[in-house]
């Protein structure tokens, strides 16, 4: 049975390509608001989960024993544009834990998002480090929680480190989830990254918003986090890109962030709600559309954010000469 | 009704994505040897209809009279990756029909395939042209038969321009089509593109291979350009990219061609066979994978080609240290 269609490229007054995937959004009591295809299936969220792997970082006292600002904390939860001002937050985190970046495990790569970033980077002579990968916030997230604990920070990436399973401890506290090696694999900054069912990380995202059934310990973490990242959205994607724009956008009141191969998650913790999605086949371009599109029917017509968010669940294809010839546009699914 | 899937993508042991589309393969006498989806359903080859789109540069005999090489016929066929011995090769057949990289109408665009190539390029300070446009052999194609035709080339992206008429022309002979204005959309590189039911796009490449049911002069012009093209792999696409890379493998005995959003077509003239497919949501990746497989079906087991064609039907994912993490892969569809 496949998933609905959720967006779709046209081009010349014909639809071009098709993507399918599923949503399910959640509100302040667990309940499912709407849903669409099979969200009981376990996805992997990405870095979606980010929010949630940060939490030990707080949880642990680390962020408060080692200074960390509103700025850092957001980078802790980001996927980030590898910018200059990206590079050097993450490694200012890892000064203060007393480390540099020969301390962080994720691999080097050029700036990901837009070939403009990339060109300025090559032409300045740089080349790319390990800061520069786009998880190095959440890396160095990691290893100052590491050190406040006095663990060990050279197997900080071993599914079995004590911080590892302080993450899954909490991602199955918030999630309701029983996280074990079948639902472990290895992210694109080779840190652990887990599967869990759609709805299951929706309502812990709604959890996260509201601090409803969370710990007042964990509650307060959560909302620290999630206040950092919609405070600084800059610090959480970058120019141009759906996060940071979107956040932006709607001034402090929602929370939006990516995981690759398609996945959203959104909340907005006034109106006591979550979402989740995953484009069946991976694309980006079809979430960034549907997640706008679902927030917009989540907060349901009328709502003083809906022109914030309306201008996200269409965006245009252009040729190389700069003309429009199609779009990509959000399908509500059946 | 969805079309079934053909290519999925694994990490951790778990399928992660997965990607739908429609395959046919077609035999020397037209027949359909297998199908899977809707191949009915008119698609836009894009890119793939490349080699349709330059039958005029050789049926009105402007390729000899301005002594195009194999090797600019191979790029007026081609989705280049914009290095130097491509932009060198556009801006040389341009310079045989006495014009120059201003009479260009594509945008320019930085290197799409490699942030290997972009990065050498922005590092020597270079900009890019209209040159660099991965469809400027297409474009320098167009206004070679322009020229020595004695026609405007100032209109030559228009529509109704002659030439666009004689390209029109071609594939409703070729393909069984009668295109209309209904079934015209603008491609990235601002031509006219078309689009036509994928057993009929099929069909038409099957009719190329054979030379079967055209006329000589055609049968000529289609042969000479797939030959081209399979001589001159690296002017067709560039290295690591699957059209170089598997028609290189398989010594000259397979054409294939990409387009954007998905498309592969592919013919084994030895065979008599041709092959289309469409990956519903535009993936590059999910069509690469299964172009080899479907490649591999059409010529049955113990073909002396299966071994070229295997590897590309299933390639790693790796994490930024190079470690392989999944795999994105064929799945034969049911």
Not at 230 to 237: D, I, K, L, N
Not at 238 to 265: D, F, I, Q
């Amino acid at each position: 049975m496949a998933n609905p269609v959720i967006a779709e490229v046209t081009r010349g007054g014909r639809v071009e390509s098709v993507h399918r995937g599923r949503v399910v959004a959640i509100d302040a009591d667990g309940a499912v608001l709407f849903h669409s295809g099979d969200v009981e299936e376990p996805v992997y969220p990405r870095s979606a989960l980010k929010l949630m792997q940060a939490l030990p970082l707080i949880e642990s006292g680390a962020a408060d024993a080692l200074g960390l600002s509103d700025r850092e904390l957001a980078l802790a939860c980001a996927s980030h544009s590898s910018l200059p001002i990206h590079v050097q937050t993450a490694l200012a985190m890892l000064g203060k834990a007393g480390l540099d970046e020969t301390d962080l495990q994720c691999g080097p790569h050029w700036p990901l998002n837009r070939r403009e970033e990339l060109v300025a980077m090559a032409r300045a002579g740089d080349e790319p480090t390990r800061a520069h990968n786009n998880c190095s916030g959440k890396h160095a997230g990691f290893l100052c929680a590491c050190v406040h604990q006095d663990l060990e920070t050279a197997d900080y990436l071993d599914p079995d480190a004590d911080i590892q399973r302080q993450v899954r401890s909490a991602i199955d506290a918030v999630a309701g989830t029983t996280l074990g090696p079948d639902t472990c694999g290895r992210d694109g900054c080779s840190a652990p990254t887990y599967a869990l069912p759609l709805d299951a990380f929706a309502r812990g995202f709604a959890r996260l918003a509201t601090g409803q059934g969370l710990e007042p310990q964990r509650a307060d973490a959560a909302i620290r986090l999630m206040r950092a990242a919609m405070a600084e959205p800059e610090m959480v994607a970058g120019p141009h890109r759906l996060c940071t724009e979107l956040m932006s956008a709607c001034g402090g009141r929602v929370y939006v962030k990516t995981g690759a191969e398609g996945v959203y998650v959104a909340t907005v913790p006034e109106a006591g709600l979550a979402l989740a999605l995953k484009c069946d086949d991976g694309a980006t371009r079809a979430a960034e559309v549907a997640v706008a599109a679902a927030l917009m029917r989540a907060l349901a017509a009328g709502h003083d954010l809906a022109p914030a968010l309306a201008p996200f669940a269409r965006a245009p294809v252009r040729d190389w000469n700069g003309v429009e010839v199609g779009a990509v546009r959000a399908v509500e699914p059946a």
